[in-house]
Nanobody
Framework: QVQLVESGGGLVQAGGSVRLTCAAS????????MGWFRQAPGKEREFVAA????????YYADSLKGRFTTSRDNAKNTVNLQMNSLKPEDTAVYYC????????????????WGQGTQVTVSS
């Protein structure tokens, strides 16, 4: 079992940047591939990015490539999502998840989820 807690969300103006952090506790963090998802009001949960256990390999949703970057620090049990050039349509609750086989783009592939953190981008 692993517990995940996201932080770093908030209100940002369009064009700005936000860095989300997902802190893990419990079982050995490095055995899990990690993913980021987001869910906007009235929409389904959407894949954002995935990172493999070592952090060497990453995979992004096509629409987000070049603006979002994920990384992890297994010594600190954290995974980060750097979001740049934010747009109002990036407004959503962002979730980190653990499990699955890299690169898992389906939310059903992940075993553990954080509670989510709200990111709101104003125009």
């Amino acid at each position: 079992q692993v517990q995940l807690v996201e932080s770093g969300g908030g209100l940002v103006q369009a064009g700005g940047s936000v860095r989300l952090t997902c802190a893990a506790s419990g079982r050995t963090f490095s055995i899990y591939a990690m993913g980021w998802f987001r869910q906007a009001p009235g929409k389904e949960r959407e894949f954002v990015a995935a990172i493999n256990r070592s952090g060497i390999s990453v995979y992004y949703a096509d629409s987000l490539k070049g603006r979002f970057t994920t990384s992890r620090d297994n010594a600190k049990n954290t995974v980060n999502l750097q979001m740049n050039s934010l747009k109002p349509e990036d407004t959503a609750v962002y979730y980190c998840a653990a499990g699955g086989s890299f690169p898992a783009v389906s939310s059903r592939s992940y075993d553990y989820w954080g509670q989510g953190t709200q990111v709101t981008v104003s125009s």
